[in-house]
Structures are given as structure tokens and as C-alpha cells.
């Protein structure tokens, strides 16, 4: 769930069994309009929502535009591991961070060669 790197981008997946669109709009501004090119793909079965970031590294900024019966609007990452501060309206961006466990590297999770 979240964001993950992995080799040559990040890798997305929320869940949201109720909603009808999820798209993952990078560096969030406050006037983003539906952009076909942005929509995650839906796992009827599971609820969950996927799809990759080719590029998209540490540090990147996103949130989901979540479109659903009557409502549509940003909604921040549950799982994010970093949150920032946007604009005056204190809106918040997830960031795409890695996860690091002693004696692996950050994107492959392989042991670090000893030197």
C-alpha cells in the first residue's frame, strides 16, 4: 500500500472500493482537472486502485483525486511516510520516500556489500 520505489519509478496503490476514479496527480495544485493520462487502475475484486511513476523518485509530491458518487477532491496518502505543508490552506502532499532497513539499500532491499 502507499508509494514504493522501485527501479526506474515509484509503484502507487490505495484503497478505495467505492470509488469510481482514482488519478495520481504529481506536484498537487489547487485547480487540477481529471487527466485520463493520471487514472490508477481498479481491482474490482480488491478495492485497490495501482499504477506506476516511471521517474517519479525521493522527495516527489502527490496526493490522489478521488472521484466518487457525488463528491470529487484530493485526498493525501494513509500510508505516506512523509507529509509536507503546502499553500495558505495548509494543504498537504504525501512524498515519496524510501524504505530502509538496517543493512539494505533503499530501492532493491538487497544486502549492502561490505566495503
Known amino acids: 500500500m ?3 520505489l522501485t527501479t526506474g519509478g515509484t ?5 478505495a472500493p467505492n470509488a469510481d476514479h482514482v488519478y495520481l ?11 485520463p493520462d493520471d487514472e490508477l487502475l481498479k481491482d474490482g475484486a480488491s478495492g485497490h486502485w495501482t ?3 516511471p521517474g517519479v523518485g525521493e522527495g516527489a509530491q502527490y496526493k490522489f483525486w478521488v472521484v466518487g458518487k457525488g463528491s470529487a477532491g484530493f485526498k493525501r496518502n494513509p ?7 503546502g ?9 515519496v520516500i524510501p524504505i530502509v532497513f538496517p543493512g539494505t539499500t533503499p530501492v532493491s532491499g538487497r544486502p549492502r556489500s561490505a566495503t
Do not use: H, Q
Open 87 to 95: 499553500d495558505l490552506m495548509g494543504a498537504i502532499a504525501s512524498c
Open 51 to 53: 499504477g506506476f511513476g
Open 79 to 85: 500510508y505516506a511516510r512523509e507529509l509536507t505543508r
Open 2 to 4: 502507499g508509494a514504493n
Open 11 to 15: 509503484t502507487f496503490r490505495l484503497w
Open 25 to 35: 496527480v504529481l506536484n498537487p495544485g489547487d485547480n487540477y482537472v481529471a487527466n
